[in-house]
């Protein structure tokens, strides 16, 4: 795990969904490494000179940094979806809605807990495969020539339709790591680009999360006293999202996101939701979320699928970028 401040500073998870404003991410970025971090006197500090863009409750949108050789991703912290149906219920409706997430959440944090934990040398790779749209996932089906002309902030060619990626990130950070996509109506568009670059926090760095739920939940609270607190529970999803779908090849890191996330307000379960990929499950929604949203879990088995805006069809260890892990 990386002990340079500077470094670890440009590890922050990249999320959810919904955009927020660069000035947002700004900030959810510094105090949250601050918490991650906090054994270091120094912290890097962020630029403030980034334009501000107004709050809107819109879908996550994938902003590209590309240069010549390589190509960067920053994804804007995501503001987690949930439908506010619920909103005006009388409370003794409301803490049992809640009380049904708290009993869920304890079957998937023991089913997760049971889990093999998968061991990965620094020279490997951490395998994601996914569903989703274009925006959400990020996937641009511009030419090689146009990603390398590309400077500065961009953002990804439209496609209406569904797409699958592959993204490759090498287990230290160190390496570069590599994305795939193609889309699922038409296998003719595809994309391929080089990952420069961290954009989520290093599977070394999961390993090193604390595993007790109350000090997971602690280190990503390290924004709060900048929210309300009713906005308590979307942050804290938000960045519990940022890292979920590697935590699932650490049991006991995957049990207690789940753990956590029962002891916060506004968390209740959703029957018979989809999620990006059309499977079927049991869902969890979250306080102040968009209409629709949810964590989908398989009803049976209890296996994290992914949400109902990005499904998460495999993830594993490769030898290599590029290559898919077996099984």
Do not use: C
């Not at 510094?30 to 270091?40: C, N, S, Y």
């Not at 400077?151 to 496609?159: D, S, V």
């Not at 607190?229 to 049991?251: H, K, M, S």
């Amino acid at each position: 795990m990386t002990t340079d401040p500077q470094e670890l500073a440009e590890l922050l998870p990249a999320p959810g969904r919904p955009v927020l404003s660069r000035d947002r991410h700004r900030v959810l970025k510094e105090h949250l490494m601050q918490h991650i971090t906090h054994e270091h006197d120094t912290i890097h500090e962020q630029s403030s000179t980034t334009p501000t863009a107004p709050r809107r409750p819109a879908r996550r949108r994938l902003v590209l940094v590309a240069a010549p050789l390589a190509l960067a991703t920053a994804v804007g912290l995501g503001v987690v979806a949930v439908d506010n149906a619920r909103d005006g219920r009388d409370g003794t409706a409301a803490a049992a809605d809640h009380q049904k997430a708290v009993k869920l959440l304890d079957r998937i944090a023991l089913a997760a807990a049971d889990r093999t934990t998968l061991t990965a040398r620094d020279d490997q790779f951490i395998y994601t495969k996914s569903q989703g749209s274009a925006a959400e996932l990020g996937v641009d089906f511009s030419s090689a020539a146009e990603l390398a002309g590309r400077k500065g902030m961009f953002t990804p060619k439209p496609y209406n339709g569904a797409v699958r990626q592959e993204q490759w990130d090498a287990v230290d950070g160190k390496a570069d790591g590599l994305r795939k996509g193609v889309a699922v109506a038409d296998p003719t568009q595809k994309m391929e680009m080089d990952m420069n670059g961290v954009g989520y926090l290093t599977f070394r760095q999961l390993q090193a999360l604390p595993t007790d739920p109350d000090a997971l939940l602690k280190r990503f609270s390290g924004d709060a006293a900048n929210v309300s607190a009713a906005r308590r529970t979307e942050v804290v999803v938000e960045n519990l999202g940022a890292i979920v779908d590697e935590a699932t090849l650490l049991p006991d890191l995957s049990a207690a996101i789940y753990r956590a996330l029962a002891e916060l307000p506004g968390v209740n379960v959703v029957d018979h939701v989809k999620d990006a990929a059309g499977r079927e499950g049991v869902g969890l929604t979250f306080k102040d979320a968009p209409k629709g949203y949810a964590w989908v879990f398989d009803s049976s088995s209890l296996v994290y699928h992914g949400t109902t805006d990005a499904a998460l069809l495999g993830v594993g260890v490769a030898d290599r970028a590029g290559e898919v892990p077996a099984g």
